[in-house]
């Protein structure tokens, strides 16, 4: 099962981190919190990761290309560069992380788009922003799809609604409303698991995800909610970076399972 995660978005509102760093590689403790993300999906069984590259998209790949050595205890012989490991592998040993450049400015469904060559023989996928930590188990949002048959599952949670709202009626999505201003019960977490299908919604890089073609799939009535009554936290802001960061270093990460935190 691939999990797409998309980073490579300017993220503005988060510029006193972002004008010198993607906004995925921005830390939650000692890790970017594009590596809490894809932990929390490792923990449920899932390590085929696809990332959306765009802004400063070079530095993530530098990330991972070095994520060996940064994580691990060496000795290096200078003159002919030689490394002995002195410890064993680190537990991400076995995530698997294709990079694709998806464009400067693409747009989220755009940056889908690009994408297609390597999803369409996929069943389902899974599909995620790099900036949102949950303790959700994906395992759940698969088997819901599956159960369901929706095109498309999005993970509805708990919040004020500066994010897209859902309007539900049972697990059926009845309308998609992108950043409407108001107050409702449940909004788009940003977790989701798609088909293929979601390919025949999405147009060009100027396609948005969150409105055009999810605006469309809940006419069609084939947009599913999963609802996850647990904890959700988006790093929107400077005040949402404190609060993760607080959270981590007061050891109230619920993001991570007990006993998981030695991993960071």
């Known amino acids: 099962m691939k999990v797409v995660i998309l980073c490579g978005g300017l993220g503005t509102r988060l510029r006193e981190e972002t004008e010198f760093r993607p906004k995925p590689l921005v830390p939650i403790g000692p890790r970017p919190i594009l590596w809490h993300i894809m932990h929390r999906y490792a923990e449920c069984g899932f390590t085929d990761f696809i990332l959306a590259l765009g802004y400063k998209g070079e530095m993530i790949k530098d990330y991972f290309l070095n994520y060996d050595l940064l994580n691990t205890d060496f000795t290096l012989q200078l003159g002919s560069k030689t490394i002995e490991r002195l410890n064993v592998a680190h537990d991400e040993s076995d995530w698997r992380i294709t990079f694709i450049d998806t464009g400067q400015d693409t747009m989220t469904g755009g940056r889908l788009k690009r994408l297609q060559p390597y999803l369409r023989d996929e069943p389902r996928f899974m599909l995620t922003y790099g900036d949102g930590v949950t303790d959700l188990d994906?395992?759940?949002?698969?088997?819901?799809?599956?159960?369901?048959?929706?095109a498309a599952v999005v993970t509805g949670v708990h919040q004020l609604s500066r994010f897209g709202e859902l309007g539900v009626n049972g697990d059926r999505v009845t309308q998609f409303a992108e950043k409407p201003g108001t107050v409702n019960s449940w909004i788009n977490g940003g977790y989701f698991v798609m088909t293929p299908q979601i390919f025949d919604y999405l147009a060009g890089d100027e396609t948005v995800l969150e409105r055009d073609p999810m605006e469309r799939l809940a006419k069609d009535g084939r947009l599913g909610v999963y609802k996850h009554e647990g904890w959700w936290q988006c790093m929107d802001n400077v005040r949402d970076m404190q609060l993760l960061n607080e959270m981590w270093a007061t050891g109230r990460a619920p993001w991570i399972r007990p006993g998981e935190r030695k991993a960071a």
Do not use: S, W
């Open 138 to 150: 994906a395992r759940a949002v698969l088997d819901f799809q599956e159960r369901t048959g929706y």
